[in-house]
């Protein structure tokens, strides 16, 4: 399909738009301290994600993932 016209910073999470010299960071210091992070190993996938905003952009994102169970529905 088509390329995203703007992404959130993986860095601070900040919108960033394509047109952006550092895309996907929104900065060049963003983009030096992940680079970092990866270098240093402080990524650690097994950390959960507790953000719902962005627990509900990576679902949409990956489409055919089902939604989490709620005890209310
Ligand atoms: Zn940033």
Do not use: H
């Amino acid at each position: 399909m088509s390329t995203p016209k703007a992404l959130f910073c993986p860095t601070c999470r900040k919108v960033v738009l394509v047109t952006e010299a550092e895309f996907p960071f929104c900065s060049d210091r963003c983009r030096l301290l992940d680079l970092g992070k990866w270098a240093s190993g402080e990524y650690k996938v097994s950390s959960p994600i507790q953000d719902p905003d962005l627990l509900e952009e990576l679902a949409r994102s990956q489409g055919s993932q089902p939604r989490p169970r709620r005890d209310d529905e």
